[in-house]
């Protein structure tokens, strides 16, 4: 069964930023586990305002 990301930006933001916390020390790694594309979840999330800190490991 594949998993869905949130449509919605802010819960998708939720959604990714509890992931990187608790079980992938990196975005590629994420996205990898969601065959998502970085890119394309950068863009979506910047429409809310939000980078991605690769030191703090999570949208900002």
Known sequence: MEMKLPKDPVMLLSF???HL???YPSLQE?????D???GELMEKL???DYR???E???FV
């Open 16 to 18: 990714v930023n509890t």
């Open 21 to 23: 916390r608790d079980r």
């Open 30 to 34: 994420f996205c990898e586990a969601y």
């Open 36 to 38: 998502a594309d970085p």
């Open 46 to 48: 910047q429409e809310i």
């Open 52 to 54: 991605y800190d690769r």
């Open 56 to 58: 703090l490991n999570k």
